[in-house]
């Protein structure tokens, strides 16, 4: 869900020994694979444990349930829900692909008493391949170091949509034996390749419902070279596409003042520590690069859809950005109660540079950020309130700030938990909506785009006696900025409003039957360029529970379903989506088959997805496609096998 609503409620089902839902690590047999593992966020106090549960394979799949893709695992993605940026500062643009990523605040600090390891394989149909490893030990009591590799390739079911995307990531977190030291370390690496077809070649041919085209990946598209299926995982070259490559290293270091303490146990005397001063400098490095590529460029496609000018039929056209950052926090940080680090107040500035690699020279760019907090998880944990603002008062994006404030209770397991919140973003138009940049493609260069600025306000309900969570997303835009084709950009200089409501319900429907809903319903106010599905619904009716003492399984079926809407078209060369008001999209609802199940630490995750798109025209097979955007198409049947390994070394 957008915002911050996704605090409520994360694991509805919650623990328990016959509960196929989350049952940690930590409860496994203390025996010689016994292990107590635990990790933290980089900005968080919070202990966190590992979540084995089955019944939901999005959580180990890159793209989210509420998100349409362009048809291989690896292509473009948008969320079927009204989702707008809102960090303020510097952007980049490029967030199309941003699911395929790891993010530095989703990177994992792990404490954990033995070496750990998690080895996971999926297979699926046309050559579609996800590994990931993920290794965490304690070098030392003190001392944790873990790295993490993922990598996604698939050849697809259509032309030029091959994918390889990779991901690295190696982690430290060392604690002095005194407790007053901590340092944070992290080498973060993502790489995208992303093959692009520019859609179906002709659209008005019917190639979905032309027999001549029943091996989908004979259908022409308007980019991209004419080639033969290969099964190859490892040909992973991108000739027509997208290539980004983003790289950050980062350390933080803190340094507390405070009051020592000791535990005193039966055989042992364990060290305490009370901060009630912190220090801490963050410094940070990173690259970027975005390009796109076609080395057999068609002169009439560009000149057709983005007023580019080849020098010959099939040239060579590559259009590239780079940037490189270094960016120094200082930030201290008050306890005012020394045995309850979830309350604290921080207060901070932040000095970003920036320098753009463009044609016809560098750029360099900087940024001076104030910035503060106060959190407040009371012991008892029956409040907890969050707020923090930013402020960028010099440099690039001066005038850009964030402001969040949230307040959440919790009345016990029968009344549930509240939680009621307001952020305000003004943020600058991202690098793309420059023309510095080579992906400015407009034709008009005199363009002047405003800051954007977004209020949010967002509740949210939840009570785990009955399984149900309610929430509300209410939108204020001014200044919104979108695409209105394939290069032009375009600003929303009124004001508009948009309203999101949602459900999230677990029913029993009998002793091992169980059906979970997920319902949202969207309208916006004002005439405003976006559109987005005024309903969308994702059913999963499931049998599951836990057989023979250690089988824990999960199988049903699941539905997703979204209204008829006039559906965002996409520019390969810009890698965006773009607002179009004249095709309709109207899809079946998606079926998907699944069957999962855990022993110990043994997963098996089996799916059978587009079982919509059986059709007997023309002989039975699965060649009533969905569509996720005009020119697009989803695959047919498409089989899935995970293999999800953890154990103890």
């Not at 980004?244 to 003042?257: A, G, I, P, S, V």
């Not at 490189?324 to 921080?346: C, G, T």
């Not at 699944?594 to 007997?616: C, E, M, P, T």
């Amino acid at each position: 869900m957008p915002g911050r609503l996704g605090n409520i409620g994360r694991n509805m089902r919650g623990g328990g020994g016959k509960s196929s839902g989350n049952d940690s690590l930590e409860k496994r047999d203390k025996l010689a694979d016994s292990i107590t593992i635990s990790f933290r966020y980089l900005d968080t106090t919070r202990n966190f444990k590992l979540d084995s549960s089955i019944n939901d394979f999005t959580k180990r799949f890159p793209i989210p349930a509420t998100h349409l893709y362009l048809g291989n695992d690896g292509t473009a993605t948008k969320s079927y829900l009204f989702s707008p940026n809102m960090k303020a500062g510097w952007d980049y643009g490029f967030h199309s692909f941003d699911v395929y990523k790891l993010k530095m605040e989703n990177v994992r600090f792990f404490n954990t008493t033995r070496p750990y390891t998690e080895l996971n394989y999926l297979i699926g149909s046309r050559a579609e391949q996800i590994i990931e490893v993920l290794h965490t030990q304690n070098i030392r009591p003190n001392w944790n170091a873990s790295i993490n590799y993922r990598g996604l390739s698939s050849q697809g079911f259509f032309q030029n949509q091959k994918s390889a995307q990779n991901n690295y990531l190696v982690t430290s977190w060392y604690q002095s034996k005194s407790r007053r030291y901590n340092n944070y370390a992290v080498i973060l690496a993502n790489g995208v390749n992303a093959g692009e077809s520019g859609g179906f070649e002709d659209p008005s041919i019917d190639y979905l419902n032309d027999p001549q085209y029943k091996e989908r990946f004979s259908i022409p598209t308007k980019i991209g070279p004419n080639e033969a299926y290969s099964s190859n995982t490892f040909g992973s070259k991108i000739s027509t596409g997208n290539v980004y490559r983003e790289t950050t290293m980062l350390m933080r270091q803190q340094y507390d003042f405070g009051k020592k303490d000791s535990l005193v146990t039966d055989s042992t005397v364990v060290p305490l520590f009370y901060p009630r001063l912190r220090f801490e400098h963050t410094f940070s490095y990173g690259t970027k690069r975005f390009e796109f590529r076609d080395y057999t460029a068609d002169s009439n496609y560009y000149a057709s859809y983005y007023d580019i000018v080849l020098s010959k039929p099939l040239d060579s056209l590559t259009i590239k950005d780079e940037w490189k950052e270094i960016v120094n926090d200082f930030s201290i940080y008050q306890f005012p109660d020394a045995k309850n680090l979830q309350q604290f107040i921080k207060l901070g500035a932040t000095v970003q540079n920036l320098r753009g690699n463009f044609n016809p020279g560098l750029t360099h760019l900087y940024n001076l950020v104030a910035h503060g907090e106060y959190r407040n998880r009371t012991r008892n944990q029956k409040w907890d309130i969050e707020a923090n603002g930013k402020l960028y008062f010099g440099g690039e994006n001066a005038g850009d700030y964030e402001a969040h404030i949230s307040l959440q209770t919790f009345a016990g397991r029968k009344l549930g938990s509240l939680q009621l919140g307001f952020e305000n973003v003004n943020r600058s138009p991202s690098s793309i909506y420059n023309i510095r940049s080579n992906f400015y493609l407009d034709t008009n260069l005199t363009k002047n785009f405003n800051k954007e600025n977004t209020s949010h306000f967002f509740g949210a309900y939840y009570n785990p006696a009955i399984k149900l969570r309610l929430g509300a997303d209410y939108y204020l835009v001014s200044n919104y900025m979108y695409l209105t084709d394939y290069y032009t950009l375009n600003q929303e200089s009124s004001l508009f409003n948009f309203l999101q409501l949602s459900l999230q319900k677990i029913i029993k429907v009998g002793k091992h039957w169980y059906w979970y809903a997920d319902l949202y319903l969207q309208q916006k106010a004002g005439d405003v360029d976006i559109n987005v599905p005024l309903f969308f619904t994702r059913n999963r009716f499931a049998y599951e529970g836990v057989f023979f003492k250690n089988l824990n399984l999960s199988t049903g079926v699941e539905l997703r379903y979204h209204t008829a809407y006039k559906a965002d078209g996409y520019s390969p060369v810009l890698g965006q989506f773009f607002y179009q008001d004249s095709i309709t999209i109207k899809n079946r609802p998606d079926i998907r088959l699944f069957l999962n199940f855990r022993i110990r630490g043994f997963k098996i995750f089996i799916s059978a997805a587009n079982l919509n798109s059986a059709s007997i025209s023309n002989g039975f097979g699965f060649r009533k496609n969905n569509i996720p955007a005009p020119e697009y198409a989803y695959p047919g049947l498409q089989i899935r096998v995970g293999i999800f390994w953890s154990f103890v070394n």
